[in-house]
Nanobody, 119 residues
């Protein structure tokens, strides 16, 4: 089992920045690729970003490319999502997720953290 706990959400004005953190416990964190997803009210959960277990490969949704950066610190068992130039349409609950090395499906999910961007 891998337990994931997100933090860092909050209320920010458009154009501002936030950094989300996701702390992992349980099995070897470095064996897992990590992803961030988000779900806005009335919408389906959508992919935001992914970082490979090695940290060498990243993938971003087109809607956040150039504004968001995913990173990890394996020594701290933590993955981050730096969000810059935030827009009201970025408002959502943000979730982190873990997928075992070599797999594309996410096996473990956090409970989410709310991000609200005011215009």
């Amino acid at each position: 089992q891998v337990q994931l706990v997100e933090s860092g959400g909050g209320l920010v004005q458009a154009g501002g920045s936030l950094r989300l953190s996701c702390a992992a416990s349980g099995r070897t964190f470095s064996s897992y690729g990590m992803g961030w997803f988000r779900q806005a009210p009335g919408k389906e959960r959508e992919f935001v970003a992914d970082l490979s277990w090695s940290g060498g490969n990243t993938v971003y949704a087109d809607s956040v490319k150039g504004r968001f950066t995913i990173s990890r610190d394996n020594a701290k068992n933590t993955v981050y999502l730096q969000m810059n130039s935030l827009k009201p349409e970025d408002t959502a609950v943000y979730y982190c997720a873990a997928r075992l090395r070599g797999y594309v499906g996410y096996e473990f999910w956090g409970q989410g953290t709310q991000v609200t961007v005011s215009s």
